[in-house]
């Protein structure tokens, strides 16, 4: 199936075109706020060092936990719709607090807690999606999950560089808060008038779970082996921006703007390569085609390290983008089939997913760097994405999976 064919169908389908449309406007809170959040702590609100460390790691657990307990609750009494509303609503009043008060307070309360609260929402919006599609065929069905992925990809790809020369020009750094709630007010209003009624979904069964139930489905040791090896495959995701600066000025010696630019073209590059990873997936199992894109960029991870200080860095957006595009699309898929039969459950995946790649890629941060400096935090988050993506193919070997 061609990516225009899959552009095709998942714009006539009403509930597809609202979740591609909720992902672009939360995608844009993410572009808007992620690359100033810990400037607008550190400088503006006073916050030290290891004070803004207790609200990300505040922030993670919440996140982690909340997304959890949306997809079992989902799943449970098949209110789909009340769990995305009372998601929304968490990450609209985020950004509107600190927008109209802003204080270190405020910032907390949004950062370590609202916004977190929200984590789920993107999970569950895969789950709308993998319900409404789950009669489709599989390549239909893979192409059109790579599509609303890129969709959330989308506002990284426009909004970051437009923002940073609106900064330049000396629009307030606060304002990015601004920006977020317009785009959260857009995914509310989304949400509440387009989101189809629960008993409308032809795929949408309770559980019959207990909370309890459902939470020991999650922790079955089969999954969390392949969630573990997942993490560490996303390690080298998650480690990449947080070395693109450093390794390529302070160590590479070249200007602070090649970053950004760098970083542009990387997400435009993804794009692309989404979609040849929903077309690699109809011929190769998911686990073949995550090893791939593990071998792929931790190539370009290794080569960073090494090559950082070579006079043309550029053409490393072609390994970082082809194969950051393989490991933001394939995974997802790959969780959601884990608990095919629950999709709320599968969402919250999704967010478990994002928990340990964030663990996996500050552990090899701080084992890279302690042994030879940002270079080898790049060749440790190398390390860990291969090794992951060995640990799944090896437990995905031969029989089926033995899930619950």
Known sequence: MSPLAGLRALLRDPVLRLVAAALICTGSVGAALAPYQSLIALRLFGYTPRSYGVILVTAALVAVCSAIAAGILADQFARRRAVAVALICSMTLGPALVRLHPSPITFALAHALLMPLSAGLFGQLFALARIVTANRPPAERERIAAL??????????????????????????????????????????????????????????????????????????????????????????????TLLGPILTTFGGHPSGIVALFAGLVAGMEVPSMMIGASLVARWPKTRVIGLGALIHAGFMVSLAVLARAPHPLWLVIPAGLGAGLLLTVPLGYIQDLLGHRPGAGGALIAVNQFLTGASAALAFMLGTEIAGYPGAAVCGALFALSGAALLCLLDRGAARALP
Do not use: K, Q
């Open 148 to 241: 609303i992925r890129a969709a959330f990809s989308l506002p990284f790809v426009t909004i970051l560089p437009l923002w940073s020369l609106a900064v330049e020009a000396g629009v307030p750094i606060l304002d990015v808060y601004a920006l977020a709630l317009i785009a959260a007010l857009a995914a509310f209003a989304l949400i509440l008038r387009g989101w189809p009624a629960d008993a409308s979904l032809p795929e949408n069964r309770r559980s019959g779970l207990r909370f309890a139930e459902g939470l020991r489905e999650l922790t079955h040791p089969a999954v969390l082996l392949r969630m573990a090896a997942l993490g560490l495959t996303g390690a080298s995701i998650g480690l990449y921006l």
